[in-house]
């Protein structure tokens, strides 16, 4: 468990780490619950024949079930491999089409869409121009659908409490005793704030899930193995660390951990009246 709050400067550097090995990130990553894409259509209007720019779409983990719901997908992703993996996993879908490129600087189409949804990847976008791209790529009215994840509080809360000395001993970064929050603790005001700031969106509207997914010691690995404040460490601690954690699951927890994530989703639509401000 890390606190991966990065700087500018850190957020570029970790933005690229996906990328380094997209299959492992395709196997090991969990999806997003059903009832999300629910949400989406509902507070969004996400359906069949919607027209969705996807954000940092990744190996395609949001793509496919909206590719599912009958959306037509333009999926933009910086890292060639992680688009690869998503062509791959997209490709019985005439409807969506994957577009490796940085979304800060990617020509946004004279056709407007109607929603831009970025699942787990809106933190990653430039801070400065996220907003107003955005806006931008939106038709009057229509909708930027930004889905958040984070570990909090529950599952197999000794291990997550026990683990911790694991990480302090392999990143000296880690703060001492640092603890998850409890899913109803979690604030996730600024990004409101942020949309508000924009001058370009309405009122955020918010609904929360949260849930759970049980590994085995090698699952979790992996999937430790896919974030990039550990993907960042330097080779020896990096596996220092795995290994601690290993030795703690297999010998305190019979080789099984369970986390539970808060997946929330924010939906805004754009103010009435504002012109497209950026190409």
């Known amino acids: 468990m890390r606190d991966d709050t990065p700087d500018e400067a850190r957020r570029v550097r970790l933005s690229r780490t996906f990328d380094e090995d997209a299959e492992l990130y395709d196997r090991a990553r969990p999806g997003y619950p059903r009832e999300v894409f629910d949400d989406l ?8 024949g919607c027209r969705v720019l996807e954000v940092g779409a990744g190996t395609g983990k949001a793509t496919l079930p909206l590719a599912e719901r009958g959306c037509r997908v333009t999926a933009v992703e910086l890292g060639a491999g992680m688009a690869a993996v998503a062509r791959r996993n997209l490709a019985g879908f005439d409807s969506v089409e994957i577009v490796t490129a940085d979304f800060e600087t990617w020509p946004l189409p004279a056709e407007r869409f109607d929603a831009v949804v970025s699942a787990t990847a809106f ?19 229509g909708a930027l659908a ?21 990480y302090e001993r392999f990143d000296p970064a880690t703060p001492p005793g640092l603890r998850l929050p409890a899913a ?5 005001s600024s990004h409101a704030e942020e949309v508000a700031r924009s001058g370009r969106f309405g009122p955020v509207d ?15 690995l992996d999937v430790l193995r896919t974030y990039s404040g550990h993907r960042a460490l330097p080779p020896a601690a990096r596996e220092g660390l795995l290994e601690c954690v290993a030795a703690l ?13 808060l997946t929330e989703l924010r939906v805004s639509r754009t103010v009435p009246g504002t012109n497209r401000l950026s190409r």
């Open 41 to 48: 259509a509902e507070l969004a209007g996400v359906g069949p």
């Open 206 to 220: 918010t609904r929360r899930h949260t849930w759970e997914s049980t590994y085995t010691t090698a699952q979790y």
């Open 184 to 188: 109803q603790d979690v604030d996730t």
């Open 249 to 261: 699951i297999d010998s305190r927890y019979e080789g099984r951990v369970t986390k539970r994530y």
């Open 123 to 141: 933190h990653w976008i430039d801070p400065a121009i996220r907003m107003v791209r955005s806006a931008d790529a939106l038709r009057p009215g």
């Open 146 to 166: 930004v889905v958040a994840t984070q570990h909090v509080a529950g599952g197999s809360e000794e291990f997550f409490a026990e683990v911790q000395h694991c």
